[in-house]
Structures are given as structure tokens and as C-alpha cells.
């Protein structure tokens, strides 16, 4: 079967598994609901989504919804969402454990530059939403060195996920199916809104290969 059948039948696929999972979830908000902004607690959950890509997307889900902690600590503060040199500071940090844990460096500074990006895109919007809403701004101001901490754990959690589920990822196909079951679940169970599923889906678009070679009969 040639690409151009594969991705046919990938598209099929998803819409079904699309479906299917807004079925089993009936009582989920609709897109617009809004994401829960609680603390993420200090241990990793177990994983609820479905399929072999489950449990990374439930780390990048309670990796997203740490963004909003991030985001509530520097409301009002006059610190910057963008800080290129803790930035530069993690990836380098990713790059040593990955290397040390058997992980593709390069892969790996990929992906977690992808949580960077989703992380600044929910600060951004949430300030937004908090000075166009005065009402809706937290009251509290979370400290980061917690925080930090968290994200610190699930660095080290995601790099074991990305490890376990390498032979996955490199078959583009099958990676996306699992990919769409695991993130379209995820973001009703969570109730994600708007700003939070864009996030998801700048989190994961690395995930997978980009591109599977075609066979030739």
C-alpha cells in the first residue's frame, strides 16, 4: 500500500477514533469550558488516556497545566514569560539526561523546545485573558521554586515515556493514530478549553516522524 492509501486510511481512522472518544466521554464541557487551573500535585497520576501514547500525553497535559502556575506567579510582577537564558538552561539540561538515558538528544531538545513554546502560549494568553478580566486574575501568587520543581519530575518522566515509546514514534502512521486517540481523549477529560488544546497540540506535534517511506510492490 503507497503513502497516499496510508494517509487515506489514517484520516478514516482518526475520525472514527475521534468519535468514539467524545462518545465515551459524555459528559465532558464543550471546547470553550474552562481548563482546571489548580496546582498539579508533586507525584506524577497514572495515566488515563488511552492507547501506547497515553501515558506521554497525560504528562503533557499536567506539563501544560503547570504553564498556569508559571503564569499566575509572574501576573502582575512585571517578570517577563520569555527568559531565553532559563530557557537555553533547560534544554541543555534535557540534552544531558537524555544522552545519559539512552534517549536521541536531538529528539529530545525537539520536543521539550515544543513544551517551551506551548508553556509561553498559555502565560500569553492567560495574561491576556487576566488584564482584558481583572475579575478572573488569581488572588494568590504561586512560588516558583515548587514549580520548578514539578517540572523538574516531569522532565525526567517524559524522558522516560519518549524512551519506552521510540519504536512507536519512528512508524509515522500508527504513532499519529495512537497520537489523536491519546490527545482527543485527554483534552475532553480534562475539559481543556480553547488556549489549553492549542497548547496540546503545539506540545505533541513532534512526537511523531514526520514522514514514513513508501513501498514499492
Known amino acids: 500500500m503507497n503513502l497516499r492509501n496510508n494517509m487515506t486510511r489514517f484520516a478514516v481512522i482518526t475520525g472514527f477514533l475521534g468519535a468514539a472518544t467524545v462518545l465515551a466521554v459524555p459528559h465532558a464541557t464543550a471546547t470553550g469550558a474552562p481548563a482546571n487551573a489548580e496546582a498539579v ?5 497514572t495515566t488515563k488516556s488511552p492507547g501506547r501514547l497515553g501515558p ?4 503533557v497535559i499536567q506539563r501544560i497545566r503547570v504553564s498556569d ?21 533547560v534544554l541543555e539540561q534535557v540534552r544531558t539526561q537524555a544522552e545519559a538515558g539512552g534517549v536521541n538528544p536531538d529528539t529530545a531538545v525537539a520536543f521539550f523546545q515544543d513544551q517551551i513554546t506551548a508553556s509561553k502560549a498559555v502565560q500569553n494568553g492567560l ?13 494568590t501568587r504561586p512560588d516558583l521554586g515548587p514549580i520548578r520543581a514539578q517540572l523538574d519530575q516531569l522532565t525526567t518522566a517524559l524522558l522516560q515515556e519518549l524512551k519506552d515509546t521510540e519504536e512507536l514514534r519512528e ?24 488556549l489549553h488544546r492549542q497548547a496540546l497540540r503545539t506540545a505533541t506535534q513532534s512526537v511523531c516522524r514526520s514522514s514514513e517511506p513508501t513501498v514499492q510492490r
Open 171 to 194: 512508524r509515522p502512521i500508527a504513532c499519529r493514530v495512537q497520537l489523536a486517540l491519546a490527545t482527543g481523549s485527554g483534552a475532553v477529560r480534562e475539559r481543556l478549553d480553547t
Open 127 to 139: 495574561f491576556a485573558r487576566w488584564t482584558a478580566h481583572p475579575g478572573e486574575a488569581p488572588t
Open 56 to 59: 506521554l500525553t497525560d504528562l
Open 41 to 45: 500535585s508533586g507525584t506524577v497520576e
Open 69 to 89: 502556575d508559571v503564569a499566575a506567579s509572574k501576573f502582575g510582577t512585571g517578570s517577563p514569560i520569555e527568559d531565553p537564558v532559563r530557557e537555553a538552561q
